[in-house]
C-alpha cells in the first residue's frame, strides 16, 4: 500500500538531546508532510516538503527527502518536555489528493 | 475560534445501533476528510469530499454514509455498528490546488466505543 511507515515506533530521550524519526513510503509523491499529535488530539501540520526538495527547515525542524530511497527523515534539535507527542508521516500520490499516513513514532522526552 | 469542529467528542454506544458525527470547518477550505485511527493508531483515510461531491472512497463498507450538505460540514452516519468500529474518527480539511500544499487541518477527533 501507499501509507508511510515511521521508524521506529518509539523513541525515548533526555531533555536537550536531538530526536530522529523516519519515514518510508512505496511510490512517487508529490511532497511529503509531517504532522504531530499530542495525546488525545488532532493532528497539527509541522512541516511540508515537496518531491523536489532535498532538506527543509523550520525552527527546531530539520526534513530531508530522498526521493531514490523513498525516505524522510526529521530531526527535532534541543528537544523539550513539551516535544513529547506521536509524530506522523504523510505522502499524497501526485495529482490524487490523498494524504496516507502510518502508525506514527511516538516521542517520549524526559526532563 | 475553533477551525475545525467535530460533535460529539465521545460517543458511546452497543452493537447495532446507529450513530452520526458531525464537523463544520470555518476555514473556507473546498475539500473535507474522515480519517479512523485506530487502537494502534493507524490512520487511515476513509472518504473526502471537494464541494460536496464524494472524490474518495477507500473501501469502507457500506454501512459508512458521509454527507456533504455544504462545502463547510461533513457529516459521518454509521448504521448496524460493530465492535471492530470502535476508533477514533477525525474530520479534516484542505484547500487543494496549484497555489495550495494541501496541508491538512484536523479536528480534535471523535472517540467511538461499541460495546
Known amino acids: 500500500s501507499q501509507q508511510g511507515e515511521e521508524d521506529p515506533q518509539a523513541l525515548s530521550i533526555q531533555e536537550g538531546e536531538n530526536a530522529t524519526m523516519n519515514c518510508s513510503y512505496k511510490?512517487?509523491?508529490?511532497?511529503l508532510q509531517w504532522y504531530r499529535q499530542n495525546s488525545g488530539r488532532g493532528l497539527v501540520h509541522l512541516i511540508l516538503?515537496?518531491?523536489?526538495?532535498r532538506e527543509k527547515h523550520s525552527g527546531r525542524l530539520r526534513v530531508t527527502l530522498d526521493t531514490s530511497k523513498k525516505s524522510s527523515s526529521m530531526l527535532i534539535t534541543a528537544s523539550r518536555a513539551a516535544d513529547t507527542a506521536s509524530y506522523f508521516c504523510a505522502t499524497d500520490l501526485y495529482n490524487f489528493n490523498k494524504f496516507y499516513f502510518g502508525s506514527g513514532t511516538k516521542l517520549n522526552v524526559k526532563p | 475560534d475553533t477551525a475545525v469542529s467535530q460533535t460529539p467528542k465521545y460517543l458511546v454506544t452497543q452493537m447495532g445501533n446507529d450513530k452520526s458525527i458531525k464537523c463544520e470547518q470555518n476555514?473556507?477550505?473546498?475539500?473535507m476528510y474522515w480519517y479512523k485511527q485506530d487502537s494502534k493508531k493507524f490512520l487511515k483515510i476513509m472518504f473526502s469530499y471537494n464541494n460536496k461531491e464524494l472524490i474518495i472512497n477507500e473501501t469502507v463498507p457500506n454501512r459508512f454514509s458521509p454527507k456533504s450538505p455544504d462545502k463547510a460540514h461533513l457529516n459521518l452516519h454509521i448504521n448496524s455498528l460493530e465492535l471492530g468500529d470502535s476508533a477514533v474518527y477525525f474530520c479534516a480539511s484542505s484547500q487543494l490546488g496549484l497555489a495550495n500544499t494541501g496541508e491538512l487541518f484536523f479536528g480534535e477527533g471523535s472517540r467511538l466505543t461499541v460495546l
Open positions: 511510490t512517487s509523491i508529490n511532497n
Open positions: 476555514l473556507g477550505h473546498d475539500t
Open positions: 516538503i515537496r518531491s523536489n526538495e
